[in-house]
């Protein structure tokens, strides 16, 4: 059974920084893509960022480039997000996301996703 625990989120000021992992379990992730989704209150589950093997190329939505790092460990089939300079817009529940493939798609699309964690809450306030 496929796992994906997220941890790291909290509540952080305006300017701040958080770092979240997604460790999963449960079967291979060796050609995959890894990612975040993020879901505010009253609007749609987006993507922010991403990164994908076997290539390791990485990718982000415009909003977040520059201040969000996304890592990856194959060893410990974890990825982290290194979230800096926090906005009050950043505010949401986010979602760690795998899309199992040989060459997955980035940007990451809901519809291509395979496994979903449960989601983290991230509060920036201003």
């Known amino acids: 059974q496929v796992q994906l625990v997220e941890s790291g989120g909290g509540l952080v000021q305006a300017g701040g920084s958080l770092r979240m992992s997604c460790a999963a379990s449960?079967?291979?992730?060796?050609?995959?893509?890894m990612g975040w989704f993020r879901q505010a209150p009253g609007k749609e589950r987006e993507f922010v960022a991403a990164?994908?093997?076997?290539?390791?190329?990485?990718y982000y939505t415009d909003s977040v480039k520059g201040r969000f790092t996304i890592s990856r460990d194959t060893v410990k089939n974890t990825v982290y997000l290194q979230m800096n300079n926090l906005k009050p817009e950043d505010t949401a529940v986010y979602y760690c996301a795998v899309e199992i493939a040989d060459w997955g798609h980035l940007p990451m699309t809901r519809d291509r996703v395979h496994y979903w964690g449960k989601g983290t809450l991230v509060t920036v306030s201003s």
């Open positions: 990164s994908r093997r076997p290539d390791s190329r990485t």
């Open positions: 449960g079967r291979a992730f060796s050609n995959s893509v």
